[in-house]
């Protein structure tokens, strides 16, 4: 088994972004392509999905195009959702990770400012402008529940991992939409 599952976001049915996403990347995918060959010397594998955000993913979502999506929308899939909140906190644009936060995160968590000091605390700091981040791996825990382990990489090298728990939303005004109901870090 790779190492490394390469993982372009494309405007194709199934990436995890759904239909909102048409990326194109070139210099990401090139270097993708050096670590998944470079694992694939050391597995005599390799392996490319399209379709799935699994584990050991390199998300490329840098290049030409729309960015990720700012916020929750019924098109997007709970792995874009984590997607689009990693690359929030690499921009460190909190607004749109706690705007990806469910009504009753929201209620745990907000407002915004509350939120903000949060994730600027020693437990979750790591995340801003981090450097990297892997997927460890997922579970789907039935039609409505989505888990995500993620190993980040900060800016200064430190590394920790965050487990992100989703929901699919069944009220308005975010019926249908996968949104965050807690990111723990793991110790």
């Known amino acids: 088994m790779a190492a490394f599952a390469l993982h372009c976001l494309s405007s194709s049915s199934s990436c995890p ?40 993913t390199i998300g490329c979502w840098e290049g030409e195009g729309e960015s990720l ?17 990693l690359q929030a906190l690499r921009e460190q ?17 907000g407002p915004l400012s509350r939120f903000t000091e949060m994730i600027q605390g020693r437990a979750y700091n790591v995340m801003l402008g981090h450097s990297s981040a892997k997927v460890l791996s997922t579970l789907s825990v039935g039609p409505d529940r989505f888990q995500q382990r993620i190993l980040i990489e900060g800016s200064n090298g430190k590394q920790a991992i965050f487990s992100w728990s989703l929901s699919r939303q069944d009220t308005e005004p975010f019926q249908d939409c996968w949104m965050t109901d807690s990111v723990h870090r793991d110790e």
């Open 17 to 56: 972004l759904g239909s909102l996403h048409q990326v194109r990347c070139k210099g990401m995918l090139k270097r993708a392509a050096m670590v998944t060959a470079f694992a694939a010397a050391d597995s005599d594998q390799s392996q490319s999905s399209h379709e799935e955000l699994g584990e050991g």
């Open 69 to 85: 999506p700012k916020r929750p929308s019924p098109e997007i899939k709970p792995r874009g959702v984590v997607q689009a909140q």
């Open 93 to 109: 644009d909190l607004a749109t990770v706690f705007g990806f936060a469910s009504p009753k995160n929201k209620a745990h968590t």
